[in-house]
């Protein structure tokens, strides 16, 4: 019992050895990752199309969560840009932004996705997110954050714009284009300059001047703040609120109020599948970020927990006012860089987007939007990453069309279709590699009992005998293409009476492609060719023991391809080997 509260709590196994180190450490990384997160959470909230407190209360309740559940120390739980913008795009089919309605929405996607990872962790479904490969989530990203950059170019010329794909927003944005407030486009323009520039140029500026590293790091971070101080001073005494420049205006001067997310049956449908994609995509991107730095750490993740802590976070989220939620890379590499030992940190930063709920909001009044749109635009665009592209052509062509179809469909279609484009492309890319699976003509090494493919290696070969190895289990989508492989290497072959399979990369032999073997030791049967097996693997023997393939193979089954040459060579035609059984 103690095992499984340990399992489900970890804030029980690392609670346990908490000492005065970790808390002085994760104090000072939760100042720094607050100080980072109170622009960046309104910003996302501008983003998903809510009012700029609902990002400080969805960066609360969930973290505090998180630091329950969740087995990374390091990862940061909160709004982030691409779940952000998918928010937005499942809402605006449903509901008017702006309206009661649409912050229920949110609160009911918010909901539905923190069930829908809840269930897969304890379910133990983690696995679910295997079906979008890497590059196609690079390629995903790429498309997003060229969007969502595109999407924040209204706030920064100060007109109006929508659209929920690349070609909608040009469209959009090129009509209004001679409405643009000049006032707002020099904020915007200069805003996001400068966080180019602080992300770029003022580490060695510091670094030049003799400023110690760590205080260099904590300047750097703070870059967000400074634009969002000078800004909002700036429209405040100048007044520019009044020649047109849109603020942030009366935020709420509140901890984030209980909520309760929709149960309409209607709404929870429509809401159904984006919650899904919103939901594998957000554990994808948590689940990478916390690998990656708990890797560093020799940490260990559990993906299914990590699961359950995510799906936590998102409850919590839709019953204190907030919105989809998961671990985003930036906040989380600060916090790693700050020192954060443990999820407490997480839940220090909490306290601190509490305090400023409380007590700093009503200094964000004259806060231009610009300045936010600046803030995800310099965000995003570290996203974006086309050099995936040039990889994956390098590497593999099917790899590149994946990335590629991805990138094309999210910009031509919007977020959601581009990942389940993503999903379906890669469960096709999958399954097209695997379809065809590389079957190796083998033979003996000289001096050795080694069997390689011979076309890439000098080996012996006996003309009475084709040995074949299968590099890939073999399932229902491969098992025509092996057979006819076969079919085609033996026939019109004379002096061929033993093909032996090599099976010592075959995993899994499903029913489709028992079939399959049976087809082709009949075939080979008529043909007066015997069919054997040799490095069978147990689990696949248990599985073949459990049919009738083996009583009827025409052949033997070998421990290793080279008794079953040897043995082969020492028989003649007429005389069956002596079988070595695999185990």
Not at 29 to 37: F, N, P, S, Y
Not at 115 to 141: C, K
Not at 369 to 395: E, G, N, Q
Not at 467 to 495: C, P, Q, T, W
Request: glycine share 8%; hydrophobic share 50%; proline share 4%.
């Amino acid at each position: 019992m103690k095992t499984d509260m340990t399992r489900y709590l970890p804030i029980l196994t690392w609670g346990r050895a908490y000492n005065s180190s970790a808390l002085s450490n994760d104090l000072v990384a939760a100042l720094i990752v607050t100080i980072m997160l109170i622009p960046q959470s309104l910003a996302y909230a501008l983003l998903a199309g809510l009012p700029p407190e609902a990002g400080l209360y969805a960066s609360i309740a969930p973290i505090m969560l998180y630091a329950v559940f969740g087995t990374s120390r390091a990862l940061a739980v909160g709004p982030v840009a691409v779940v952000s913008l998918m928010t937005a795009a499942a809402l605006n089919n449903i509901v008017e932004q702006g309206t009661m309605g649409y912050a229920v929405a949110a609160l009911s996607l918010a909901a539905l996705s923190g069930v829908i990872l809840l269930a897969m962790g304890l379910f133990r479904l983690g696995f679910v997110a295997n079906f979008l490969s890497h590059p196609v989530i690079a390629g995903f990203i790429t498309a997003s954050g060229i969007i969502i950059a595109a999407s924040q170019l209204k706030h920064i010329l100060g007109i109006d714009g929508e659209g929920h794909n690349l070609l909608e927003l040009v469209i959009s944005i090129t009509r209004h284009i001679a409405e643009t407030n000049w006032i707002t486009a020099i904020i915007g323009i200069l805003a996001t300059a400068f966080l180019f520039w602080v992300r770029k140029g003022l580490k060695p500026l510091l670094q030049r001047i003799g400023i110690s590293a760590g205080l260099v790091g904590v300047l750097v971070k703070t870059g967000p703040v400074a634009v969002v101080v000078a800004t909002t001073f700036a429209v405040w005494v100048l007044g520019l609120a009044d020649k047109g420049v849109k603020i942030v205006g009366e935020v709420p001067q509140s901890l984030p109020p209980m909520t309760l997310p929709s149960f309409s049956p209607q709404l929870l449908g429509q809401l159904l599948l984006p919650a899904f994609l919103i939901s594998i995509i957000g554990f994808v991107e948590s689940i990478s970020v916390a690998q990656t730095l708990a890797a560093k750490k020799r940490q260990r993740i559990d993906p299914d927990q990590e699961l359950i802590g995510l799906g936590a976070a998102n409850i919590g989220a839709s019953l204190t006012g907030g919105f989809p939620v998961t671990g985003g890379f930036s906040r989380s590499v600060v916090n790693f860089d700050a020192g954060a030992e443990t999820p407490a940190a997480g839940a220090f930063t909490a306290v601190g987007l509490a305090i400023a709920a409380l007590a700093l909001t009503p200094l964000i009044y004259f806060l231009p939007k610009a300045t936010l749109a600046a803030t995800i635009i310099v965000a995003v665009l570290s996203l974006v990453d086309f050099s995936i592209l040039k990889r994956s052509w390098d590497y593999s062509k099917a790899d590149f069309s994946a990335v590629f179809g991805t990138i094309i469909i999210t910009l031509a279609m919007g977020v959601e279709a581009g990942v389940s484009a993503g999903v379906g492309l890669s469960i096709l890319l999958h399954l097209y590699k695997s379809s065809k699976p590389h079957i190796a003509e083998v033979g003996q090494v000289p001096g050795t009992e080694h069997y390689r493919n011979i076309l890439r290696h000098d080996v012996i070969t006996d003309p009475n005998i084709v040995s074949l190895r299968v590099d890939e289990s073999l399932y229902f989508a491969n098992a025509r293409y092996m057979e006819d492989k076969i079919h085609n290497r033996v026939a019109g072959e004379k002096n061929i009476r033993h093909v032996i399979l090599q099976c010592s990369a075959i995993n899994d032999i499903d029913l489709s492609a028992l079939e399959s073997l049976e087809t082709i030791n009949e075939r080979l049967r008529e043909m007066d060719v015997q069919l054997h097996l040799s490095e069978v693997k147990g689990p696949v023997m248990d599985r073949l023991k459990r049919a009738h393939f083996l009583s009827e193979l025409t052949g033997q089954v070998f421990l290793s391809q080279f008794d079953a040459a040897r043995a082969l060579q020492m028989t003649s035609d007429e005389e069956p080997a002596s079988p070595i059984v695999a185990t």
